[in-house]
């Protein structure tokens, strides 16, 4: 006759003694139980996302880009390289720095940069018809504009040459 199945389990990290419902199932271990509690291994995720955020805007990047069917662009950047380029508050209205704004909206195909992310409190970032956001746009539109207009004729002068 076999013994009973234990059915508590101690946490490693808590050292409480809890049903074996509490831990997650991991097939690789003898009794087939996590070694940490289902609550501990929440506390843990929770600070591993408060420590690391722009992993969680990658991810989330990555889910709205899939969702709007366009192909994730993304270059990984950390909140103190955010913090350095633009500082710690909103980028348009000067309130606290809650989320990420993307200059150039996911929906429209907007990469996960640097260069087009903006620290933002959450009004301004919900809000697209924001003054100082709409006037930015409008300024690098017309400067990209520009830009290739530029290199198109370039790009003739040198053909130019080259056939003559």
């Known amino acids: 006759m076999s013994p009973a199945p234990t059915t508590l389990k101690r946490?490693?990290?808590c050292s409480t003694e809890k049903?074996?419902?509490s831990f997650a199932r991991q097939a690789k271990a003898s009794d087939g139980r996590h070694s940490y509690c289902r609550d501990c291994d929440r506390i843990r995720r929770r600070?591993?996302?408060a420590a690391s955020p722009h992993l969680e805007w990658e991810a989330t990047y990555r889910q709205r880009a899939h969702a709007y069917g366009n192909a994730a662009v993304v270059f990984t950047f950390t909140r103190e390289e955010l913090v350095d380029r633009y500082?710690?508050?909103c980028a348009w209205c000067g309130g606290p720095f809650e989320e990420l704004d993307h200059n150039v909206p996911v929906?429209?195909?907007g990469p996960h940069t640097l260069e087009n992310c903006r620290p933002s409190c959450g009004p301004c970032?919900?809000?697209n018809s924001h003054p100082a956001k709409v006037a930015k746009r409008r300024r690098e539109a017309v400067i990209t504009a520009v830009r290739a207009r530029q290199s198109a004729h370039e790009a003739e002068a040198r053909l130019a040459l080259v056939l003559t």
Do not use: F
Request: proline residues 6%; glycine residues 12%; aromatic residues 0%.
């Open 125 to 127: 970032n919900r809000d």
């Open 87 to 89: 500082g710690d508050e």
């Open 19 to 21: 049903p074996l419902e």
């Open 47 to 49: 600070n591993d996302r």
């Open 11 to 13: 946490c490693l990290k």
């Open 107 to 109: 929906a429209s195909g």
